[in-house]
């Protein structure tokens, strides 16, 4: 239904709410169909179901199961509190003190502060507790909590009291527009391997790019990563941008079908790129959509970089956010996509009998034997039909059994884990001699201790077969503490088999075409990071 009916058709309900449905006022019958059926069954519930229920309510529940007839995860309805965020995911902006924190014995910690942004202005540090909010207490708060009351309207002030060790300091920081990056991080590795983490496709992400890109060459760059693990995608024509940089002029970038009987839309590159002798890779996960998908897959078909990682998500459709008269949105489906060679990424979904909101939707994992091939511009074969398949698959997307046993014996006291973690971690800030210092068997020891003091230990045998991965948590959270992110990055790089597997097919390539010499695909296995 077009959006103007959809909002006329909400209109009626005061009017039906208020009719008096009898058998002699009802009009000879004839066959219902259409919004005239749909109008008797909403009056009939309005008058006569057991419980009450307003107009609005039964307007609700139909919108909510409409959308849910539709088997589309990606169809939905925003209200005003999630069109606000997507507006704000989507920009990068919002007003607010530019602050990311986690809990930690039930009190909100700073894990960083925003660079540029009203906190870092201040002073506010990491490790600092956040004890008081405006004069009240934030013991218990959850991080959602905190977020709705720290942010608000630019030029407002908030009152801070953080404990910082022994300390116990005050700050009015005044709310201003805070701008997420969407490039997180740009690091040279070594052997003049360039690094760019893009999180997520918003309004400047193209820009942001391309200034990385230019910032990470002058520092020595001779070849490139794109990190696009964990980023959900974001904006089309953000990511038809992105892959721009990358492409010659007159490749096309994506294509997108909609309705039967409508024209496909073409989005082709129109500029020359601007870096074509940058040998490049890019390295996906599971979580890699939407306009993720758009740029791996215009880059692998083109074999202009090399995929890394493992399939991504399979979000093969673009949506359109249209603003109803109730203040909230309709986000709805209008089109599916098309990597160049024309290749579906869409995974097959198999809806949820018991439906509860659109995301909850049953994966369907379709065996790589059975999925479409298709050749790219070289003639080499890639995969269609769910997903962005790597040209190199490596990683593991299962938590180790060790992992996973040491979550299930912590139960609803996870939390204390992790506050045991980053209580050692805090105790060897100032011990530590390099960003590399090695986790002791005594740290271990020391963070069991802990957890054994809280009383909520499990089974020294599940934590010491989780030892590894506790040791791999612990080094970063140390490492983060004494030396800050950028040193925590590069201490995560050299566990990052992703990472390491592109370093190394780039540090031997001198062109683009490099990348792909001599590869065979294989799967490698790599222990996760408890988070």
């Known amino acids: 239904m077009a959006a103007g009916g959809f909002v006329a058709l909400l209109s009626l ?26 109008d008797q069954v909403a009056a009939a519930i309005a008058q006569k179901y057991v419980d009450s229920l307003d107009a609005t309510a039964i307007y609700d529940r139909a919108v909510t199961g409409m959308l849910a007839e539709l088997q589309d995860p990606f169809t939905s309805f925003l209200s005003e509190e999630r069109l606000r965020r997507l507006n704000e995911q989507m920009s990068g902006t919002y007003a607010g ?49 905190v977020s709705r009351v720290i942010r608000g309207q630019a030029g407002t002030a908030v009152l801070l009291t953080v404990s910082r060790g022994d300390q116990r300091l005050s700050f009015s920081v005044m709310r201003d527009k805070v701008h997420l990056r969407a490039v997180q991080r740009v690091a040279l590795l070594q052997n003049g391997v360039g690094y760019i983490d893009i999180n997520v496709f918003s309004a400047q992400t193209a820009t942001e790019v391309a200034l990385a890109v230019d910032s990470v060459v002058k520092m020595g760059a001779r070849s490139l990563v794109l990190d696009l693990r964990g980023n959900p995608g974001g904006l089309l024509e953000q990511g038809v941008a992105v892959a721009e940089l990358f492409l010659d002029q007159g490749q096309s970038v994506v294509q997108l079908r909609g309705r039967p009987g409508t024209a496909p839309q073409v989005y082709s590159d129109s500029v020359p790129q601007r870096w074509p002798t940058l040998p490049l890779a890019v390295l996906v996960d599971k979580s890699s959509a939407s306009a993720s998908e758009i740029v791996a897959g215009a880059l692998q078909d083109h074999d202009r970089a090399i995929v890394l990682g493992v399939t991504s998500f399979g979000k093969g459709s673009a949506q359109n956010v249209y603003p109803l008269s ?31 909101a659109p995301q909850d939707e049953d994966e369907v994992t379709v065996p790589d034997t059975i999925r479409p091939r298709f050749r790219t511009d070289a003639g080499r074969t890639v995969i269609g039909g769910g997903g962005i398949t790597p040209d190199v698959i490596i990683g593991d997307t299962l938590t180790p059994l060790p992992v996973q046993a040491l979550a299930r014996a912590m139960g609803k006291n996870l939390a204390a884990y992790r506050a045991a973690v980053a209580r050692q971690a805090q105790l060897q800030k100032g011990r530590m001699i390099t960003a590399g210092d090695p986790v002791t068997s005594e740290m271990l020891n020391e963070v069991y201790a802990e957890i054994e003091r809280r009383k909520v230990a499990p089974p020294r045998a599940v934590f010491d077969a989780a030892g590894p991965w506790i040791s791999r948590s612990l080094g970063y959270e140390m490492t983060r503490v004494s030396f800050g992110s950028d040193a925590e990055f590069m201490r995560r790089t050299q566990d990052d088999v992703s990472l390491q597997r592109a370093a190394q097919i780039l540090q031997s390539a001198r062109t683009p075409r490099d990348v792909f010499g001599n590869l065979e695909r294989r799967a490698v296995s790599v222990p996760a990071t408890p988070h």
């Open 97 to 145: 003190i530019g602050l990311q924190i986690d809990i930690r014995d039930g009190w909100p910690v700073v894990l960083e502060t925003v660079s540029g942004g009203p906190s870092e202005r201040i002073g506010l540090l990491s490790g600092d507790r956040l004890i008081e909010v405006n004069k009240e207490s934030t013991k218990g708060w959850e991080r959602d909590e």
């Open 13 to 38: 309900g005061g009017w039906w709410a208020g009719r008096e449905l009898t058998a002699a006022a009802q009009p000879a019958r004839q066959p219902l169909g259409g919004a005239r059926l749909f």
């Open 326 to 356: 109730s203040g909230g949105a309709l986000r709805l489906t209008v089109a599916r996509w098309f990597t160049p060679v024309g290749r579906s990424i869409s995974r097959p979904l198999v809806p949820n009998p018991d439906f509860v």
